[in-house]
């Protein structure tokens, strides 16, 4: 009976933990080129169990949360047609800004010009040009700015910057943001006037939530009913 405890309590901290990045998905299914969280668990681990060095049996210890990961493919390409809109065609690639933290990347393409000049997005972060340095926009608005597939910011025809693109296998760091030693983009591909939905699958996400919130509830009530058996045992060696 330990040992069925002990693998449904286990069952419950996998299902919890599972839980937890399909509502964290979820939460996200409306973010600019957010990227679902995966998990991994290992095997379900038993050790042998020994009483004055006389084996007795075995104990399930149940499954490990391993890894945790993002699926990096590409969300849906949604248009809109302004141009300070811009998607990223390759999966691997990133745009660099400047936080308050230092220099993070992003999948975002949702840019706008502040009150400054820079060009920046939601978060008034600024979009760093291929010297690391944020984007001043001089004279332009929207309605005379191109973005070419190069990543090169135009003006009225004239080139003013190039939008720092880099690539490589980078780590999630909260708020949309990534974090690592990327390398500049040997090929950017970008499209203006489009963004990048989330990846992100609602109606599967909430069905596999309801699997798991079933499972759970589950192993609630199979470790509450070997609480019990465990309970009479006691009580009815007690008695003898």
Known sequence: MTRGIIASAAGMRASQARLDVLANNLANISTTGFKRDEVAFSDFLERNMSVEN?????IGSGPVLAQEMSIDENGPAIPT??????????????FAVQTPDGIRYTRDGAMHIDSDGSLVNASGYAYLDATERP???????????????????????????????VEGSLTKAGQNLYTG????????KLVSGSLEGSNVNAIQTMVEM???????????????????????????????
Do not use: Y
């Open 181 to 188: 030693n990327p390398q500049p983009a040997t090929d950017p």
């Open 54 to 58: 006389r084996p007795v049996g075995k």
């Open 210 to 240: 309801i699997e798991l919130q079933r499972n759970f509830d589950a192993s609630q009530r199979a470790i509450r009913t070997q609480d019990e058996l465990t309970d009479e045992l006691i009580r009815s060696l007690a008695n003898r």
């Open 135 to 165: 984007i001043q926009i001089t004279n332009g608005n929207s309605a005379n700015i191109k973005i070419a597939p190069n990543g090169a910011v135009q003006v009225d025809g004239v080139e003013q910057a190039v939008l720092d693109v």
């Open 81 to 94: 047609d302004n141009p300070l809109d811009v998607r990223l065609e390759k999966p691997n690639q990133f």
